[in-house]
């Protein structure tokens, strides 16, 4: 009987462990996924910023907070991890990981770290506790920055010398900007390395350049009390502009003592770089957001599409003193006539009664448009500061077209845009003109027109030695066209007077807002600007 009882009882315990085992095989059989598949769906999420997806990940339903937290506090732009080889046994598994942060205005920041799986509800889900996160992350502690900025870089004019450091005249403190506290939406913008009421650029060079000036921080990441790592910082970058000392001291001189509102711009034709930007008002930047009329100063570009059409200097053209197209009454200025003359003379004394005819009849819409737009109208404007591009609208009628082919009806542009026509005229290409050499241009540059440089020089010479800028006292080897705008509504229409030109590897072009005529009052003012030169 004893011998019968041991064997039963050895059967016994060979059905039990064969059951485990069949349950055991159960167990593993339909536990769902895999552990790699699990921390690779978490790791996903968590590089996207899904709260929602990794907490379907997880063992136990939790809040995943801190993922956010350190997302703000750091200021990560992107989050990369890199898992490693899956350690698996008895329904546990751990996953170690790589994670980069990529911190705003800091830079990169990696760290390892390890996931914890288990097996719940007969799935792989990821065992979440703080050190998930951070190793040494643990409840109720937060991750934050300290920063140490650099000094701040400066900006200089094209000889070295400073400009930002408030000594410089009042229209190149209207270039540079100035400092001014950083908001909560600065911050937000800028990056979490930056702090509300710390300076940042406020308008201007200051603003535009804000990164480069201001530099990267060395920054200690820290967690609770403890730092974790610095992360070094680098030195601000200066901002060399090409305002050239000499030149905007001629300007001011210039245009410092004329009652009216005067700007002027001047650049270096051979490399669209400016030399010298004034207003005599403060304020408003008239002189690169100013939105004039160019009256006659147009008759520039105008030329350019009738010599490019075939025209020369030396064509005998009319001036009446009226002239009608498509229904535009049209009169020259203190209605003169000059009857039959040369291309050149007509150009030299203003003619509008020969250019509008001649628009109408020689280039049309599309043709005006092309020669405007190859000296920089309908371009945009990449100069390192705010500056409204010039605009030339495609006429809709023969009758806007005769307005636009002497600068009138709907075109505008800024002193800086008519320097930039002048410029072109000068060296036979338009440059998108820039007040930092180093930006990257938007515009490509363009050439004109086959012989129409020289063809123009010979014409625009002519307005300086018998046309409406010889009484100007403009120096001996000056190029010009004067220009007198109307604006306003009504009998009684006001005039901007213009003068736009070139000497040598300068071009400029000045306005006098409501000054009149633009021989008798703003040719004198380019007339000192070259003479203080």
């Given at each position: 009987m004893a011998r019968g009882r041991t064997i039963a009882i050895v059967s016994t315990a060979a059905v039990l462990a064969v059951g485990a085992a069949a349950g055991g095989a159960y167990y593993v059989l339909h536990t769902r996924g895999t552990p790699?598949?699990?921390?690779?769906?978490?790791?996903?999420?968590?590089?996207?910023?899904?709260?929602?997806?990794?907490?379907?990940?997880?063992?136990?339903?939790?809040?995943?907070?801190?993922?956010?937290?350190?997302?703000?506090?750091?200021?990560?732009?992107?989050?990369?991890?890199?898992?490693?080889?899956?350690?698996?046994?008895d329904g546990r598994a751990g996953v170690p990981y790589t994670v980069t942060l990529t911190l705003k205005n800091v830079?990169?920041?990696?760290?390892?770290?390890?996931?914890?799986?288990?097996?719940?509800?007969?799935?792989?889900?990821?065992?979440?506790?703080?050190?998930?996160?951070?190793?040494?992350?643990?409840?109720?502690?937060?991750?934050?920055?300290?920063?140490?900025?650099?000094?701040?870089?400066?900006?200089?004019?094209?000889?070295?010398?400073?400009?930002?450091?408030?000594?410089?005249?009042?229209?190149?403190?209207?270039?540079?900007?100035?400092?001014?506290?950083?908001?909560?939406?600065?911050?937000?913008?800028?990056?979490?390395?930056?702090?509300?009421?710390?300076?940042?650029?406020?308008?201007?060079?200051?603003?535009?350049?804000?990164?480069?000036?201001?530099?990267?921080?060395?920054?200690?990441?820290?967690?609770?009390?403890?730092?974790?790592?610095?992360?070094?910082?680098?030195?601000?970058?200066?901002?060399?502009?090409?305002?050239?000392?000499?030149?905007?001291?001629?300007?001011?001189?210039?245009?410092?003592?004329?009652?009216?509102?005067?700007?002027?711009?001047?650049?270096?034709?051979?490399?669209?770089?400016?030399?010298?930007?004034?207003?005599?008002?403060?304020?408003?930047?008239?002189?690169?957001?100013?939105?004039?009329?160019?009256?006659?100063?147009?008759?520039?570009?105008?030329?350019?599409?009738?010599?490019?059409?075939?025209?020369?200097?030396?064509?005998?053209?009319?001036?009446?003193?009226?002239?009608?197209?498509?229904?535009?009454?049209?009169?020259?200025?203190?209605?003169?006539?000059?009857?039959?003359?040369?291309?050149?003379?007509?150009?030299?004394?203003?003619?509008?009664t020969t250019f509008a005819p001649l628009a109408q009849s020689k280039l049309g819409a599309a043709k005006l448009m092309k020669a405007a737009e190859s000296v920089g109208f309908n371009q945009p404007l990449t100069i390192g500061v705010p500056a409204t591009p010039a605009s030339f609208p495609k006429p809709q009628s023969d009758a806007e077209l005769a307005a636009e082919a002497f600068g009138q009806a709907r075109i505008t542009a800024s002193p800086l845009s008519i320097a930039s026509v002048a410029a072109a005229i000068a060296d036979g290409t338009w440059r998108p003109p820039t007040l930092v050499p180093s930006l990257k241009q938007k515009a490509a540059e363009r050439a004109l027109p086959d012989g129409v440089k020289s063809r123009l020089h010979t014409m625009m010479a002519a307005v300086v030695t018998k046309g409406t800028a010889k009484k100007a006292g403009l120096p001996a080897g000056t190029h010009g066209k004067t220009g007198t705008a109307e604006y306003n509504v009504g009998d009684k229409l006001e005039t901007h007077a213009w003068f736009m030109g070139f000497k040598g590897d300068v071009a400029f072009a000045v306005i006098v807002e409501g000054g009149g005529g633009g021989g008798a009052v703003a040719a004198p003012v380019a007339a000192t600007f070259l003479k203080n030169l």
């Open positions: 790699d598949g699990t921390a690779q769906r978490f790791v996903a999420a968590w590089q996207a910023g899904d709260a929602a997806a990794m907490a379907r990940e997880l063992a136990t339903p939790q809040q995943l907070g801190v993922y956010e937290q350190q997302r703000a506090a750091l200021g990560v732009e992107r989050t990369s991890v890199r898992l490693g080889r899956v350690a698996e046994g830079g990169d920041w990696s760290y390892d770290g390890r996931l914890d799986l288990v097996v719940a509800d007969r799935a792989w889900k990821v065992d979440w506790s703080p050190a998930a996160l951070h190793p040494r992350l643990t409840a109720g502690a937060e991750f934050s920055i300290k920063t140490r900025w650099p000094r701040r870089a400066e900006i200089t004019d094209a000889d070295g010398g400073r400009i930002d450091d408030g000594t410089a005249g009042g229209s190149v403190q209207q270039l540079v900007g100035y400092l001014g506290k950083a908001t909560k939406e600065d911050v937000a913008k800028l990056g979490s390395a930056y702090k509300a009421g710390q300076p940042i650029g406020r308008a201007g060079l200051q603003q535009t350049f804000q990164k480069r000036l201001a530099g990267t921080p060395s920054t200690d990441i820290r967690l609770g009390g403890e730092t974790l790592e610095t992360i070094e910082g680098s030195e601000g970058e200066p901002v060399r502009t090409s305002l050239d000392p000499r030149t905007q001291a001629a300007a001011v001189t210039a245009v410092k003592d004329i009652e009216k509102p005067t700007s002027m711009v001047a650049i270096r034709p051979s490399t669209g770089e400016i030399l010298a930007v004034v207003n005599n008002r403060g304020g408003f930047n008239r002189a690169l957001d100013g939105r004039y009329a160019p009256g006659s100063t147009f008759k520039a570009v105008t030329a350019i599409g009738l010599l490019a059409a075939g025209m020369s200097p030396e064509d005998t053209v009319a001036c009446p003193e009226y002239a009608t197209v498509g229904g535009l009454k049209i009169r020259n200025s203190d209605n003169e006539a000059f009857g039959s003359l040369s291309f050149l003379d007509s150009f030299a004394h203003s003619c509008n």
